[in-house]
């Protein structure tokens, strides 16, 4: 970024437009000509409450990586400012924002208590209304939309992908270092995928295992649902081995949760509706999601929709009633028996989980209810592993950067198998551990449950590895 043009933040921009109130700023309206409209620009109040103090800067990725002051939250507010004050939306600005992971890390960080989730979401909006890019980027970002949230395209993905996987020919492909030279994003979404597991299909009704204690609806997802049919079939046992009847509504399709990110913010609400209107036909006093991104993104239905009269006040009900798999758990308490499983387990926070929801407790709880099971805790746990739905495949060499970082810290622990509740985390750290040839299990929280209750040995948890037992006190 040009400090010259912008001025630097940590010091004081070059012409000072914060006043007399330490920082306070009231800019009204977007100037005209500046980088923004006025549906929705970055809410000036909220850019007003960062008083620059750089507590966020440690925990913020991008800045650990590169240190530079624009590619800090701080940088990238200031940015903001410049933009409603009547700068021109730059290229560099975009760059800047663009690099942002969006892992809301500064948002837990921050003492001031700025929503830079809420700000950064509505700058990408306008950036996507603003700003044209490359015939390449958006050629792959049209591929990206076109696929990603699109559940049944994507199950068609997975016959030449098994097909692939099957016959050696990925590995083989990666080993040419062909894909990575001609094209970095195919290469990054190539490495990614995850061994496909055999489809499993959920029916539209689970019946809870003894005494009925809630009704619950399931979000499948969109790349849960197609990679990782594991994953939902084990939150569906273990809702109901806790007692509850879950109902999987056919036709919920995709969240809007990526769209939302991307600043794709008509087709994020198209999503969003879709989904109000079938979980409310399902009729649940729950609905529960295993992923965070997307549990993130339906907890903020009621701004989504805030101004659609037809769904304002629906989506702010629904999205009341939208929990975490591990959370719905946590409150309900265990009713199913545990069996033991004596596994040593690194737990990754999901960014959409632990600083997006302030998720952190209930799924180690859960996993420290399981008896045998030893958790372990991953050095500088608030920095996003790099993969930021998304993020990993338009931006591959940062991302690439973070899964390893993130990969080293969570082979220092020592654990046999890591545990995390996002698929996009999953797939990321999956493919950094195998790049540090240390193997270790992958799996979902609720995995691990359902392994305990059913009484599953750990060498299921374990595929690939040397799956003897730990010896691990009980824990
Ligand atoms: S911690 Fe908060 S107030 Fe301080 S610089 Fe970061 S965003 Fe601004
Ligand atoms: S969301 Fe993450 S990457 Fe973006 S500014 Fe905040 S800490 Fe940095």
Known sequence: ?????????????????????????????????????EHHPPDAALVGDCVHCGFCLPTCPTYALWGEEMDSPRGRIYLMKEGLEGEPMTDSMVEHWDACLGCMSCVTACPSGVQYDTLIEQTRAQVERHHRRSASERALRGLIFAIFPHPKRLRLLRGPLRGLQRTGLDRALRRTGLLERVAPSLAAMESLAPRLERPERLPERLT??????????????????????????????????EGCDVVVP????????????????????????????????????????????????????????ADDPAYAERAARFAERVRDVSEILDELGPVAPRHPLAVTVAYHDACHLAHAQGVRAQPRSLLRGIPGLELREIAEAELCCGSAGIYNILNPEPARELGDRKAANIVATGARLLVTANPGCLMQVASAITRSGHPMGMAHTVE????????????DLLPGTNAAPDAVSAG
């Open 250 to 305: 056919r036709d919920q399709g995709c969240c809007g949760a990526l769209s939302v990110h991307n600043g794709r913010e008509a087709e994020a609400q198209r999503y969003a509706r879709r989904i109000v209107d079938s979980f409310e036909a399902a009729g649940v006093e729950w609905v529960v999601v295993n992923a965070a991104g997307c549990g993130s993104t339906m907890k903020d239905y009621a701004r989504l929709l």
């Open 1 to 37: 970024m040009d400090q010259q043009a912008t001025g630097n933040p940590a010091t004081g921009p070059a012409t000072d437009h914060l006043g007399e109130t330490g920082g306070v700023v009231d800019l009204g309206m977007p100037a005209p000509g500046g980088a923004f409209d």
């Open 448 to 459: 691990v449950l359902d392994a305990s209750i059913r009484g599953l040995p750990v060498s």
């Open 208 to 241: 809870a295992t003894g005494e009925r204690r809630a009704v619950v609806g399931m979000l499948t997802g969109c790349v849960q649902g197609a990679f990782f049919p594991g994953v939902n079939a084990a939150t569906g046992r273990v809702l109901q081995a």
